[in-house]
């Protein structure tokens, strides 16, 4: 599926990344506050050009399993949206999601519909049965969305990434398709 350009009645849009928007991703993931719970340190302005370049390059594949895609709100890039097919079981239909937005966009209700718009692309555009994400287990405002949206704590991971030269755990939630499906008809 390309190109994605997925909005919500809010005006919070996903749509493929750009070559503009390096200094857009580097106002998140440049930031430590932005990082401090996500499973890599700040990157500078060559790290987000060369992954930028990476994921307009994925985004061409012509078995896409990789989605990942700018936030967009107010006309601005505010964030960054992943949403990963997992192509070594393609027939399993399950997909990793992921997002982080500006610091200075916390607390107005943009992450929660960056997650809608994931899980609306998962499930209605893809046809994907289930989506999962895992967060730090000190991020309880990620483990507060999560919930809010339905998505069920499923576990924890233990040791599952090196960060910042330490072991550290991870909280995995999801949601299958018939939950979402049955969410939206109430």
């Known amino acids: 599926m390309y190109p994605v350009s997925i909005t919500d009645d809010r005006g919070v849009m996903l749509r493929e990344f750009t070559a503009d928007d390096v200094d857009a991703v580097l106002a998140v993931y440049g930031d430590p506050k932005v990082t ?12 987000v050009a060369q992954t930028l370049k990476s994921v307009m390059a994925a985004s061409q594949e012509e078995h896409r399993t990789e989605y990942s895609l700018a936030v967009v709100y107010d006309g601005q890039t505010i964030g960054f949206a992943r949403l990963a097919v997992d192509a070594q079981h393609p027939g399993q239909s399950s997909a990793q999601l992921g997002f982080a937005l500006r610091a200075s966009h916390w607390g107005q209700g943009l992450g929660a519909a960056t997650v809608r718009l994931l899980l609306r692309l998962g499930f209605q555009e893809l046809g ?43 909280i995995v939630h999801s949601i299958l398709a018939d939950e979402w499906h049955d969410q939206r008809a109430t």
């Open 128 to 170: 994907l049965y289930r989506l999962w994400g895992a967060r730090s287990p000190d991020n309880l405002v990620s483990a507060r969305l999560m919930s809010s949206l339905g998505m069920i704590e499923e576990g924890r991971i233990r040791g599952h990434i090196r960060v910042r030269g330490q072991w550290r755990d991870s």
């Open 36 to 47: 401090a719970h996500l499973s890599f340190e700040p990157r500078t302005r060559d790290q």
